[in-house]
């Protein structure tokens, strides 16, 4: 298992849809800056807006958007929507929010970060496509990864099957063993989907939201254990995220599904000193857990390989306190039948602890016709 250094950590801010400054969902941007502003340097390693940052795609709404961003703490890697590009172009996207052109690759703590464009190659709206030369990179930066024994993390806006070009393609190059997980916006709602080999994420919106109050996800990948939770705006700090070991939600065929010499191992984010993190097996007593040397807001202790429940919690030096759980993938776990086919038709369901609620209250589903 990896020692903790390697546990590749983000935050991801949902689909924006900055029209003016005097709305609640832009104020609800600067909300979240503020509050990550207090993370101590290190503790997550970027931020990733997942595209349709700009409603209608102007200067104006991606100035916007990039003031709000300007004291965020970390890394910035930002994807184009299909809001972005209603001009037909993403010249504002670059020239004025200050976005890279992408695809690109970025390797972090060991792992492989692709960043896709979905909409350059398309007509606008929601014809999302992934041109030949971009489905070439991809392959190609996969390859590269497997061999370097990296395992790779995908960034796109949407989910790989609403492709219009591309989409098969995409999958067969996600299934491959080392593809730990693929995270998107567009749906508007939160949304975990595991095929049996990947694991795709989807995060509530800031702007255009139906489903619940807005906020950010923490998603982490530990080894190939993925994990992922929703922090609501108006939670305090602490935050707890357990990175180790899987759910068995989210355990893969690909991926440590139980560890005989088990760690429980999590993610603890706060902007005030954290006076205490213990975890707990079953029904147990509370065992304390030691900071991972090297590695910031990350801690673990041994566990029962046998145990059908683990809890992690954590309290700050201002009495604040939080919880994450994990019901482990044990000996006599059998995976589900999957469709695998880069879609929501393998998404897990309702899991309101982190954040699901099965609701797919968006436009995109069964949400308002914004």
């Not at 922090?231 to 440590?256: E, H």
């Not at 900071?291 to 145990?307: E, I, L």
Request: hydrophobic content about 40%.
């Amino acid at each position: 298992m990896p020692d903790g250094q390697a546990v590749l950590s983000w935050l991801h801010i949902g689909d924006l849809h900055i029209t003016r400054a005097a709305e609640p969902n832009y104020r609800d941007l600067q909300r979240i800056v503020a509050l990550v502003r207090g993370l101590p340097t290190g503790s997550v390693d970027f931020a990733v807006l997942p595209g349709d940052n700009a409603d209608d795609g102007t200067p104006e709404q991606f100035r916007l958007v990039r003031d709000a961003l300007r004291p965020l703490p970390m890394p910035l890697h930002i994807l184009p929507g299909d809001h972005d590009f209603k001009p037909g172009t993403l010249e504002g996207f670059h020239a004025v929010l200050g976005a890279e052109r992408l695809p690109k690759a970025v390797t972090v703590r060991g792992y492989r970060c692709l960043f896709l464009d979905v909409v350059s190659a398309g007509g606008g709206g929601p014809d999302f496509r992934l041109g030949e030369d971009q489905l070439a990179w991809a392959e190609r930066e996969l390859a590269l990864a497997e061999a370097q024994g990296q395992d790779v993390v995908v960034f796109m806006h949407t989910y790989p099957a609403d492709l219009r070009q591309g989409a098969e393609h995409l999958c067969r190059l996600l299934a491959q063993p080392h593809v730990a997980c693929v995270d998107m916006g567009h749906t508007h709602y939160n949304e975990l989907a595991n095929d049996g080999a990947t694991i795709f994420m989807a995060t509530r919106s800031t702007g255009q939201i139906e489903e619940g109050p807005p906020g950010f996800s923490i998603a982490a990948v530990d080894g190939r254990t993925v994990s992922w939770r929703f922090k609501p705006l108006d939670a305090a700090w602490p935050f707890v995220l357990i990175t180790s070991p899987a759910d068995r939600r989210l355990a893969t065929g690909t991926g440590p599904a139980h560890d005989a010499a088990r760690v429980v191992r999590a993610k603890v984010l706060s902007d005030t000193p954290i006076a205490a993190v213990e975890c707990r097996a079953d029904d147990e007593a509370w065992a304390p857990m030691h900071p991972v040397p090297g590695a910031a807001a990350m801690w673990q202790a041994p566990a029962p390989a046998d145990a059908r429940r683990l809890a992690v919690r954590a309290r700050d030096v201002g009495g604040n306190q939080d919880e994450d759980r994990v019901e482990p993938a044990g000996p006599g776990w059998v995976a589900p039948q999957r469709v695998a086919r880069g879609s929501d038709a393998d998404r897990i369901g309702a899991w309101p602890e982190r954040g699901i609620h099965d609701t797919q209250l968006g436009p995109n589903r069964n949400g308002r016709h914004w």
